[in-house]
């Protein structure tokens, strides 16, 4: 089953557990319930507002279901995560295949990260109605563990075509960065909830290396989906949305229930990364040694959306 994800955007909210639902009560006034919500339906709880409390059991009580509890800070980027320490019944060994992994294999699994996003950017770019040559020309230069950083090349050339040469990713921006931030903010806790169901460690990454990020595995994983987001964000620019707003956040978080051509037919954008996840755990396992990653091309439920200018 794909879970909700559950944003608390409203200051003066309390959340507490209840008989398995997390229930919302306002902390003002007549202190009203204003819902509840089966934990077992929920993906990750996203707090994304000042003066919010909690109660530690429904804190543990998320964690033993394997729920992100992601803390937001300032322009919706996510400063801190709660997650569970036991994701899987073999976690260990798994976590110890992680660490064993080979210098070799560790870069031939970033390159195809790394290819696989440049495709979707090109088909982000496609549907935009951009050219893609500057991208699909350089899926074929990606050499194992990319030292010639192509990542960061075709993001250069990316942005301007998606969004015009004035365009400049700045993760402490307001407006379309505001939206990116916020719809990356959803990506990061569902492949956080991917990454630990699949009894792998966030911290040991591919590719990221920052020694003060413990989520560099999340990091590496959620790059291939980044530009699902992206195209969002185009089309509700398109729509004369310029901002995060309660209407945006909702076309953002319905990213994840998008479905995307894979190997064995169309899934969900979460269960997407739930099946890379775990397709890495089996590599590290010498189980398997490709990563099950999405076919280049949009979710169906938005291509079917976007009309020509």
Known sequence: MVGRIVEIADDRRHLFMNRGFMVVRDTEGERKELGQIPL????????????????????????????????????????????????????????????????????????????????????????????????????????????DNIEAQGARRYWSLLFGPDFRRDQDGGGLNGMLNYGYTILRSATARAVVAAGLHPSIGLHHSNDANAMRLVDDLMEPFRPVVDLKVWQLRHAGEDDVTPDSKRALVRVLYDDMQTNVGVTPVMVCMQ?????????????????DLPLPGLPLSLAGSLEPD
């Open 40 to 147: 077992d339906d929920i993906a990750a709880v996203i707090a994304n507002a000042h003066g919010i409390s909690y109660t530690n059991n429904l804190l543990v009580a998320l964690a033993e279901r394997g729920v992100p509890f992601v803390l937001c800070g300032p322009n919706h980027n996510v400063v801190g995560m709660l997650l569970t320490l036991d994701g899987h019944h073999v976690q260990a060994k798994r976590i110890e295949a992680q660490i064993a992994a080979s210098a070799p294999t560790v870069k031939r699994l970033w390159s195809a990260v790394v290819k696989a996003k440049l495709e979707q950017q090109a088909a982000a770019l496609e549907a935009a109605g951009a050219p893609t040559a500057p991208l699909t020309a350089l899926v074929a230069k990606v050499r194992s563990g990319d030292p």
């Open 275 to 291: 099946r890379l996840a775990t397709s890495l755990a089996q590599v590290f396992l010498e189980d398997r040694t490709k990563l």
